[in-house]
C-alpha cells in the first residue's frame, strides 16, 4: 500500500492498567472495560500487561497454579476472545498459562477469528523461576490482518536477540507485555531503564514497539508504569505514561514503515549490514515450521 493511503496505518494502544494479586475476575472486568475505552479511541491493536489476570507476586507455587488457565479454553482466554470479536481488534496480554502440571508466563494473541497463537516467557526474572517453566515455543511471528506481529515479555526485552530474532523473520511490531520493577542503579525519578532499551531495540532493528506495563505495588513490590510505544526509527510515538495512574497511550502508526523505511541512506539498511559472514543468520536460533 502507499504510505498516504489511510488504510496503512493502525492506532495500537498501550493499557497500563493495576492488577491485584488473586484477584482474577476482577482484573479481566477491569480489562474488558479499557479494552473497551481503546477500541473507542479506534485502537485495532491492543496490549495489556504481564500476568493481567492474575497479578504477578504469588506467595508461592500452588497460589500461581490455582491462578492458571488452559489456553485458549480458560475463562480469561474466552473474555479476551469475546472482546476482540465484538471491538474487531487484536489484543495482545499476559496470561498465567496451565499446561498439565507446568506453568508458563505467557501473553495470549487473538483477535476477532478467535485464538491466533501463544508465546511463552522465554527469560524469566528473580522469583519467577521458583514458579515457571522457561518457555519453550521460541520467537514466533503471527501473521494478523493488520500486519505480523512478534511477542515478548518484561526481562525478554534485555537480549538485544529477542528483537533480532522478530526482525529476520518479517515482524512489523513487536508488543511487550511488561511488568517493570525498578533496577539495581535506578536512581530516584529517573526514567526507567526498560524505555531506553526498547528504543535502541526498535532503532537497531527497524521495528515498532508496544509495551504495556503495570502500575501499583504488589506485596511489597512496586512497579515503573511508564508505557510506551515506539516508532520503527526508535523515537517515541506514545508515552512515557505515568508511574503511578491507569492510563491508555495510543500511537497512529503505518505498521509497514518497519520494511518500508529500513533504508537509512544510499549505502546503509540496518538487516541488509549484518556481517553474516562472521556470525550466523539467525544467531544460532533454530527456526521451526510455521515461523514465517
Known amino acids: 500500500m502507499d504510505e498516504h493511503h489511510p488504510e496503512s496505518d493502525t492506532t495500537v494502544a498501550c493499557i497500563q ?26 485502537a485495532r491493536l491492543v496490549v495489556l500487561p504481564e500476568l493481567a489476570n492474575s497479578g504477578y507476586v504469588f506467595a508461592d507455587r500452588a497460589e500461581a497454579f490455582g491462578l492458571a488457565e488452559e489456553i485458549p479454553d480458560g475463562a480469561t482466554s474466552r473474555a479476551w476472545i469475546d472482546a476482540a470479536r465484538r471491538h474487531d481488534l487484536i489484543i495482545v496480554a499476559g496470561i498465567a498459562e496451565r499446561e498439565g502440571a507446568a506453568l508458563y508466563n505467557s501473553a495470549i494473541v487473538v483477535g476477532p477469528s478467535g485464538h491466533i497463537g501463544t508465546f511463552r516467557k522465554m527469560h524469566l526474572w528473580n522469583a519467577e523461576n521458583l514458579f515457571f517453566e522457561p518457555g519453550n515455543l521460541g520467537f514466533p511471528v503471527f501473521k494478523t490482518p493488520i500486519g505480523r506481529i512478534g511477542v515478548a515479555i518484561c526481562y525478554d526485552g534485555w537480549f538485544p536477540e529477542t528483537f533480532r530474532l522478530h526482525a529476520l523473520q518479517g515482524a512489523d511490531i513487536v508488543c511487550v507485555p511488561t511488568n517493570w520493577v525498578p533496577i539495581p542503579g535506578q536512581e530516584p525519578g529517573r526514567p526507567a531503564m526498560a524505555t531506553i532499551l526498547h528504543q ?93
Request: hydrophobic share 40%; proline share 3%; glycine share 8%.
Open 17 to 42: 492498567m493495576k492488577p491485584v494479586v488473586a484477584a482474577k475476575d476482577a482484573n479481566v472486568r477491569r480489562s474488558l472495560a479499557l479494552i473497551a475505552e481503546a477500541a473507542a479511541k479506534g
Open 200 to 292: 535502541a531495540a526498535a532503532h537497531s532493528n527497524s521495528l515498532f514497539i508496544a509495551c504495556a506495563d503495570r502500575v501499583g505495588t504488589e506485596r511489597g513490590q512496586p512497579f515503573e508504569g511508564q508505557s510506551v510505544i515506539v516508532n520503527c526509527t526508535g523515537w517515541l510515538a506514545a508515552g512515557p505514561a505515568t508511574r503511578d495512574d491507569e492510563e491508555i497511550i495510543t500511537a497512529r502508526i503505518n505498521l509497514s514503515d518497519a520494511r518500508r523505511k529500513r533504508n537509512w541512506n544510499a549505502f546503509n539498511q540496518v538487516l541488509r549490514d549484518r556481517r553474516t559472514d562472521a556470525y550466523g543468520e539467525m544467531l544460532g536460533a533454530e527456526v521451526r515450521p510455521g515461523w514465517y
